[in-house]
């Protein structure tokens, strides 16, 4: 086997072994506000947002109720920041799809990383519409949450309804591993053990 194939081995070891574990959905809600009002619309490249005080030590996921108004899916991304507007980013979401057609539906977005929260100190979190045009839920009635506001797009907090989300944290899922996945396992190792076996041979036949 070459060094190349040894190599690739290597990382579809690595691959597989990284597979196993996936993020779930939230398991310990932190902040949430769920009582369904109005909605408000957004089109791409603008932000609004929310303050909110935890009670947890970090978060590690945020959801949102959006619909999408445009012929195709379009795309959201999730920013959460230390104090009440979007000066100080400590934490990012990869971006979330947000399938076509009107139904408004829970979107869930996971932070790259975990981020290190002081429970009872004030954080917001904005929701950027990267492509599209974005609907999202507020609350019923004005500062419905108590635990926060809605912020502009400037970052700067508002008397209106807050947005309707949840914050928290969740655990990988740890599940017996797919056929496909134990697939892969098996022929990493057996690659990395076939090349260790001829390299064993090369050396016993070299001269001293």
């Known amino acids: 086997m070459s060094r190349v194939s040894f190599v690739c081995s290597c990382i579809l070891f690595a691959s597989a072994v990284a597979s196993t574990a996936r993020s779930g959905p939230i398991t310990a809600i932190d902040q949430q506000n769920v ?21 947890l030590s970090r978060v590690d996921a945020i959801e949102l109720w959006l619909a999408n108004d445009s012929a195709t899916g379009s795309s959201a991304r999730v920013d959460v920041y230390q104090g009440v507007g979007f000066s100080n980013l400590i934490g990012t979401s990869g971006n979330s799809v947000v399938p076509a057609g009107s139904a408004m539906q829970k979107v869930h977005f996971d932070l790259v990383s975990p981020v290190a929260l002081t429970p009872a100190a004030q954080y917001s979190f904005s929701i950027t519409n990267l492509s599209g045009f974005i609907t999202l839920r507020v609350g019923r009635t004005l500062d419905n949450y108590t635990g926060g506001t809605y912020l502009h797009g400037n970052g700067n907090p508002a008397q209106f309804w807050d947005l309707q989300f949840v914050e928290g944290v969740h655990s990988p899922v740890s599940t017996v591993p797919e056929p496909s996945t134990l697939l892969l396992l098996g022929m990493g190792s057996l690659a990395v053990c076939g090349y260790g076996w001829r390299r064993q041979r090369k050396l016993i036949r070299m001269p001293f």
């Open 35 to 55: 009582v369904a009002g109005g909605w408000g619309s957004f089109s791409g490249n603008t932000s609004v947002g929310q303050s909110f005080t935890p009670t």
